[in-house]
Structures are given as structure tokens and as C-alpha cells.
């Protein structure tokens, strides 16, 4: 993966790790846009295999750009490192960097309720999908069920791994987290159902707002890219 660090191809201080990132989080952005267009439109089916789409390849990036820190603005070290000066880098970019990976982390967890909600929120009849206006809740057994079969699953992958790769205290702390994400999407789906126990009327709510999120979360991160890359490249000195 050291081709990662080489220079990047939109002609900036970046890598093309970097780069890379600054690209797939665009496009994920304006695939999200013309789903929420879709959503508005009542075209459900293409919203549907557009958003389920979008959000397993995020997702799938997300593991490569943040839990394997291979490509990322926010490696904020090196020549990917601030050259502003030190009450910029305190008071404007820290700030917007910490509010980017909370939003990452909020952006990450909806994207895995999401594709959840709308398998369970949706049905398909005569060929037609459209969002089913009735109750949709979940129980404190069956969310016990869930939990205790992926814990399961989660560990034996893990211990399996260490059989054949050896023990790491990175691979447990990405095991784990897997875990911790699988609790807290329970956790909101046990919590919003009070709020939304309507199934339709809790996808609509939640879709529009993890899209606002993501448009934040999209702003944020070509910021700490300009401000890296184009305006402030170099390491703080």
C-alpha cells in the first residue's frame, strides 16, 4: 500500500490516499443526494438499490480509510501534516476536525441502521416497493437474541484469526468495535421506536436526519482537506 503515499492526481499537497478519499467521499455524497431526490420523487425501487448500494460501499471504505488508516486527510502527520500557524491550527482546524470524526462516527452508525430500517420498514407488493405505514418494534429478547448470535459470530472470526495470524491488540480493538457498533444500533432502535413506532413515518424522519449529516460531515471534510492540502500544506513547525 505504499503507492498510497505518492503524490495525488487532483494537483494538490495531498497523497493519492488522500486524494482517494477526498474523491470516494464526493461521490458517495451526491450519491446520497439523488437518493433523497429519489426518496422525494416516490421512486422507491431505485432509491432503494441506490442508498443499500451507496451506504455497503461506504461502509466498505470506511473500514479500509479509518480502521486501517491506509488512505485519510486525517492523518495529520509528515507532509500530510498543518503548515498554518499554531492559533489556526487550535482554534479553527482541531474544531473542525473533532466535530468531522464525530460526525464520522454518528454517519457510520445510521448508515448500519439505515440499511436495517429499510429491509424492515419496506414492502413489495404486486412488484411495487413502498414504505409500510404500520408498527415496527422490537423487543428486549429478540435484541438479546441478536447481540448474543453476532457476539458469537464476532469472536470466533477473531479467535479464529488468532489461531492462524496470532494475537494483536488492533485486531481486538476492531473486533470489539464492531461489536460496540452492533450495540449501539440496538440501543436506537429500542430508543427512536418510542419516538416513531410507526415504521414508515421512523424511515422518513431518520433518512432525512442522516442526510443532513451527511452533507455536514461532506462540508467538513473538504474543509480539513483544503486546509491540509491547498491552503496550510506541511508538517506544524
Known sequence: MDWLKDPGFLGTHATIGADLSQFMATLFTGLF???WIQAKQRKADA????MLGGMISMLSFFIAYYLFRQLGVLAVEGKEGFGGSQALYDYVFIPVLTLHIILVIIGLVMAVYMIVLGFRSQQVISGVRSLRESLLVTTWKKVGVIFGVVTVVVLGLFFSRVATAGFSMRKLEVYLGLLLLVGIVLAIEI??????????????ALGRFTMVIYCILFATGTFTYTMLYILYPGKIG
Open 33 to 35: 443526494i439523488v437518493g
Open 47 to 50: 432509491h432503494h438499490w441506490l
Open 191 to 204: 430508543t427512536i421506536q418510542r419516538i416513531w413506532p410507526d415504521g414508515g413515518r421512523r424511515h422518513r
